[in-house]
Nanobody, 126 residues
Framework: QVQLVESGGGLVQAGGSLSLSCAAS????????MGWFRQAPGKEREFVAAIRSSGSTASADSVKGRFTISRDNAKNTVYLQMNSLKPEDTAVYYC????????????????????WGQGTQVTVSS
């Protein structure tokens, strides 16, 4: 049974930092591309950042230069380091796993990820 468990969310003031983790189990982690998405109240889920099984990364324009995604295959964990947080970053953050060999995989498209965590709340106060 595949499980993705996020941790590290919380309340922080604008300009502060948080580090999210997502621990994966039940899958061969190195064979999966990993992504972070977020969903704010009343809004659609949106892409934040992704890291391929190869290690290449991509991030949304709204978080470029502030958020960094990384992975540790030995620990089956993907991370999202969030710096210079803004109130508009407030959302539930989800990690997701997409099979690297899936030909239709598009790291910015939530529908191409097969597994999802339960989410962790990030709240940035002004």
């Amino acid at each position: 049974q595949v499980q993705l468990v996020e941790s590290g969310g919380g309340l922080v003031q604008a300009g502060g930092s948080l580090s999210l983790s997502c621990a994966a189990s039940g899958l061969t982690f190195r064979n999966y591309n990993m992504g972070w998405f977020r969903q704010a109240p009343g809004k659609e889920r949106e892409f934040v950042a992704a890291i391929r099984s190869s290690g290449s990364t991509a991030s949304a324009d709204s978080v470029k230069g502030r958020f960094t995604i990384s992975r540790d295959n030995a620990k089956n964990t993907v991370y999202l380091q969030m710096n210079s947080l803004k109130p508009e970053d407030t959302a539930v953050y989800y990690c997701a796993a997409g099979l690297a060999l899936y030909s239709a995989y598009d790291r910015r498209n939530a529908h191409t990820y097969g597994y999802w965590g339960q989410g962790t709340q990030v709240t940035v106060s002004s």
